[in-house]
């Protein structure tokens, strides 16, 4: 059964860091995209970053420059270091898996995390 857990997030003010982590088991993590989504409330839930099996990368626009994704195979891990955040920046943060075609649509990833809550403050 695959499941994935998230871990990191937390209350920090606006110009701090988090970096939160995506533990996924299941097996075959190698050969799989895991992408990290945000919910703010009464918004839609929004593509942040992803890395596919290869390891290239993808971010929405406006989290470039400011978030790193990256994978750590050995420990079944995906992470993504935030720095620069900003109010807008907090949300309910989600990981997921798949073998999306395109990254950044929600609905091609399979399996989904609890998430994990981020709140910065001004």
């Known amino acids: 059964q695959v499941q994935l857990v998230e871990s990191g997030g937390g209350l920090v003010q606006a110009g701090g860091s988090l970096r939160l982590s995506c533990v996924v088991t299941?097996?075959?993590?190698?050969?799989?995209?895991v992408g990290w989504f945000r919910q703010a409330p009464g918004k839609e839930r929004e593509f942040v970053a992803a890395?596919?099996?290869?390891?290239?990368?993808d971010y929405t626009d406006s989290v470039k420059d400011r978030f790193t994704i990256s994978r750590d195979n050995a420990k079944n891990t995906v992470y993504l270091q935030m720095n620069g955040l900003k109010p807008e920046d907090t949300a309910v943060y989600y990981c997921?898996?798949?073998?999306?075609?395109?990254?950044?649509?929600?609905?091609?990833?399979?399996?989904w995390g609890q998430g994990t809550q981020i709140t910065v403050s001004s």
């Open positions: 299941g097996g075959g993590f190698r050969w799989y995209t």
């Open positions: 997921a898996r798949g073998t999306p075609q395109t990254t950044s649509v929600p609905s091609l990833y399979d399996y």
């Open positions: 890395i596919r099996s290869v390891g290239t990368t």
